[in-house]
């Protein structure tokens, strides 16, 4: 039997419920595999916009995000896990090719991510506020192991 040779899990976030319960299940494995974790925070498609059409400000995204990895430092520090974060766009007006589903595979190769945890996007309701359905464009694509959440 191989084991799994874990050092880096990430874990990609947008501030949802789904996303603290992704930092959770990684925070989980990292803790198994006395691993670290990357949180990156993904910028969807309506923020972006918004920060773009000046209707929103930079700043107020920067410190909704910095509220969430906040919560994601306390998650990590009750297991003893190492959390890094970084934040990225998932959308641009100028890239055709950029969406957040390639943001984490892109993530991944440049953290060198061992394993990746996805949040999934709700049974119910609005499914653009979570990753902006990148779960299944990670899970096709990854050359890492996937858990979906």
Do not use: C, W
Request: charged share 25%; no cysteine; glycine share 4%.
């Amino acid at each position: 039997m191989n084991a799994l040779d874990i050092d880096l899990v990430l874990v990609p976030v947008d501030g949802s419920e789904e996303s603290t319960a992704a930092v959770e299940y990684a925070v989980a494995v990292a803790a198994e595999y006395d691993a670290t974790v990357h949180s990156v925070y993904v910028l969807g498609e309506n923020v972006v916009r918004a920060i773009e059409n000046g209707a929103v400000e930079e700043s107020a995204v920067a410190e909704d995000s910095e509220a969430f990895n906040e919560t994601a430092r306390e998650i990590a520090a009750a297991r003893d896990v190492p959390l890094v974060t970084s934040a990225a766009r998932g959308f641009s007006t100028k890239t055709k090719l950029l969406h957040p589903g390639s943001v984490v595979l892109d993530t991944a190769e440049e953290v060198a991510a061992d394993f990746i945890v996805v949040p999934r996007e709700p049974q119910t309701g609005d499914p653009v506020e979570v990753l902006e359905k990148a779960a299944e464009y990670v899970l096709l694509y990854a050359s890492q192991p996937v858990l979906s959440v």
